[in-house]
């Protein structure tokens, strides 16, 4: 019987990557110019201020994203179909009601999540990190409770920063650490989770030839 996961399509990691940072590199500069491009076309003068701009930009960057994601692989990864819905929802708030609290509080609100189900489902003897990283890797029991409870902290300290930097940093501070701030900062993180997962990596059968 055929593996589902053989059938699934590959993603150049590349692509991949451009796929899941180019709406937020987006987002950072249609704020940066945002008054300009206001100013010089009427049509985006219903938007009022740069960030709202960014916003609608984000929103239709993350949903082509998404798009160009299943037309690829047939397949959505969890973390960015979770956080692609809760940005068309706050997004729209924000659009809708023309304030950027919203929009601000959208990374909270996803890390939070996050961090909430990985360590609920912990504390059900459940450990759910393989459905958000798209079970990339396979780790022995001890190793995913472990690299669990390690992101769960991490999602919600996150979820701190965010809170402390968007009440009491500008708007455009506050677009430019959620681009080049936070990103550097998760990546490092994982890469310090390397050592954990090599010590309880799960070696895979070779596949036998018929």
Known sequence: MTDTATVRRKENPLLKLLLELGPLVL???VNARGQQ???SYQA???FREPIFLATAVFMIAITISLAASW???RHLAVMP???GVIVLVFGGLTLALADDT?????????NV????VLLGGLAFGKSLLGYVFDSAFHLTDEGWRKL????GLFFFVLAAINEVVWRTQSTDFWVAFKVWGIMPITMVFAMAQIPLMHRYMVEEPAAEDN
């Open 27 to 29: 987002f950072f500069f």
């Open 37 to 39: 491009l206001i100013d």
């Open 44 to 46: 985006l003068s219903i």
């Open 71 to 73: 037309a690829i692989t």
């Open 81 to 83: 179909l979770v956080t």
């Open 102 to 110: 919203f929009i601000k509080m959208k990374p909270t609100i996803v």
């Open 113 to 116: 999540l996050f961090g909430t």
């Open 148 to 151: 669990t409870i390690r992101w």
